[in-house]
């Protein structure tokens, strides 16, 4: 694996980055996101999301919003272990199993 210089992230990390900017701007309020495989409207596997503001209050988003952000995240971390749900904390660009860590 190569070095990193000192003070820059990694391509990976700035992705991540990037990727929870994009939510924020997309989803005005959301602290974090919940991303599962459960959609509480359907009966198979099916990408969802939903949004949490600071203090733990739910935002309403639509079902398309819902299920473009949680395709961008499964996309984006592939290697994370979907059949259970996470949470992506929209501040630090951090992702961890639902209930866990914040």
């Given at each position: 694996?190569?070095?990193?210089?000192?003070?820059?992230?990694?391509?990976?990390?700035?992705?991540?980055?990037?990727l929870a900017s994009q939510?924020?701007?997309?989803?005005?309020?959301?602290?974090?996101?919940?991303?599962?495989?459960?959609?509480?409207?359907?009966?198979?596997?099916?990408?969802?999301?939903?949004?949490?503001?600071?203090?733990?209050?739910?935002?309403?988003?639509?079902?398309?919003?819902?299920?473009?952000?949680?395709r961008w995240v499964l996309?984006?971390?592939?290697?994370?272990?979907?059949?259970?749900?996470?949470?992506?904390?929209?501040?630090t660009a951090e992702l961890?199993?639902?209930?866990?860590?914040?």
């Amino acid at each position: 694996m190569p070095a990193t210089p000192s003070g820059t992230a990694r391509p990976d990390q700035e992705r991540h980055r990037r990727l929870a900017s994009q939510l924020n701007d997309m989803i005005p309020g959301a602290d974090t996101l919940r991303i599962s495989l459960t959609d509480p409207n359907h009966r198979w596997p099916h990408p969802h999301a939903s949004a949490v503001d600071m203090a733990g209050h739910p935002i309403p988003i639509t079902r398309v919003t819902a299920k473009v952000a949680s395709r961008w995240v499964l996309r984006t971390w592939p290697d994370a272990d979907w059949s259970l749900p996470h949470t992506l904390d929209l501040g630090t660009a951090e992702l961890a199993l639902a209930g866990r860590g914040r």
